[in-house]
């Protein structure tokens, strides 16, 4: 069975940091893009951050473009958000997302529609 599963949500003032992990067991992600999306409350789920396989080809929505970091370590089969300079529109249950066909090692997805397997989501609260 196929598991994404989300840490290192919290509660964080504005202007600190939190690094979300997603890590994923059932099946190796090693060879597959993967992403991060997030919604806040009443609103529609939106893409954050892409990482192609490889690690060499990233994408960002430009609302966090320069404050967040999305990065991969294959071997232990995990993703990982650096958020720096948080704000309190960040505010939002961020989730991991993971594509289930192989890709170019240089590609990413930002719709939603491209990515088959899900984490449950963490939550980020950021008071100003």
């Known amino acids: 069975q196929v598991q994404l599963v989300e840490s290192g949500g919290g509660l964080v003032q504005a202007g600190g940091s939190l690094r979300l992990s997603c890590a994923a067991s059932g099946r190796t992600f090693s060879n597959n893009a993967m992403g991060w999306f997030r919604q806040a409350p009443g609103k529609e789920r939106e893409f954050v951050a892409a990482i192609s396989w490889s690690g060499d080809s990233t994408y960002y929505t430009d609302s966090v473009k320069g404050r967040f970091t999305i990065s991969r370590d294959n071997a232990k089969n995990t993703v990982y958000l650096q958020m720096n300079s948080l704000k309190p529109e960040d505010t939002a249950v961020y989730y991991c997302?993971?594509?289930?066909?192989?890709?170019?090692?240089?590609?990413?997805?930002?719709?939603?529609?491209?990515?088959?397997?899900w984490g449950q989501g963490t939550q980020v609260t950021v008071s100003s």
């Open positions: 997302a993971a594509r289930d066909r192989y890709a170019g090692a240089t590609q990413f997805y930002t719709r939603s529609i491209n990515y088959n397997y």
